[in-house]
């Protein structure tokens, strides 16, 4: 069963825009993960931020995470058409294995 | 390395065949997992190997079996699978993991499989 949710199920924005992702869980966790997946390919992980951490950078990414609300978010900075792709979370609870959220849709036009 | 090589990239199938799929790292992981993954749908696991031990199975039917010959090698025989098979099975690999958890998976470009 999926433990995150991700609002909004999709998102469309125009090339040098933000774009703003965010996902809920439901119990604790050890670290959140957020992945990209171009269409039919396989995952592409983003970055991890563990369950001590507030806020974390990757270059145009920034992830925050809120354990109070059991709650993430995703920031693109100045968005491509390249960033075009879903998006998920995935929850670590008990070290064994990744829960994945339904995932955001992202769709960025030039 | 970091990569997990898949193939075939594509499979065609009857409900009688048996065929399997393969996966490959060469980055020492010990950890391995075969997801399944529908269209417009997350990835749903399917089998954790940990140190070459089945770890988690997910209630998948029998007619998937899994085996890891090795450490690098995780593969998938499929026997008498249904229509509502078809789908994109995906393997990752990681690390072990550490007191902050499950580290970053490695994923493969997938299968799309088709059942007739």
């Known amino acids: 069963s999926q433990q995150g949710e991700e609002d909004p199920q999709a998102l469309s924005i125009q090339e040098g825009e933000n774009a703003t992702m965010n996902c809920s869980y439901k119990t604790s966790i050890n670290n959140l993960q957020w992945y990209r997946q171009n269409s039919g390919r396989g995952l592409v992980h983003l970055i991890l931020?563990?369950?001590?951490?507030r806020e974390k950078h990757s270059g145009r990414l920034r992830v925050t995470l809120d354990t109070s609300k059991k709650s993430s978010s995703l920031l693109i900075t100045a968005s491509r058409a390249a960033d075009t792709a879903s998006y998920f979370c995935a929850t670590d609870q008990a070290g064994t294995a990744l829960i994945f959220g339904k995932g955001t849709t992202l769709s960025v036009s030039s | 390395d970091t990569e997990v090589t898949q193939t075939p990239k594509h499979l065609v199938m009857g409900m009688t065949n048996k065929k399997s799929l393969k996966c490959e790292q060469h980055m020492g992981h010990r950890a391995m997992y075969w997801y399944k993954q529908k269209a417009k749908k997350p990835p749903e696991l399917m089998f954790v190997?940990?140190?070459?031990?089945?770890?988690i199975n997910e209630s998948v039917p029998s007619r998937f079996s899994p085996e890891c010959p090795n450490s690098s090698l995780l593969n998938l025989h499929l026997h008498a699978l249904q229509p509502e098979d078809s789908a994109l099975y995906l393997c990752?690999?990681?690390?072990?993991?550490?007191?902050?958890?499950?580290?970053?998976?490695?994923f493969g470009p997938g299968t799309r499989l088709t059942v007739l």
């Open positions: 190997y940990s140190y070459e031990k089945l770890s």
């Open positions: 931020i563990r369950s001590n951490e």
């Open positions: 990752a690999s990681s690390q072990d993991g550490d007191r902050g958890g499950l580290g970053t998976q490695y």
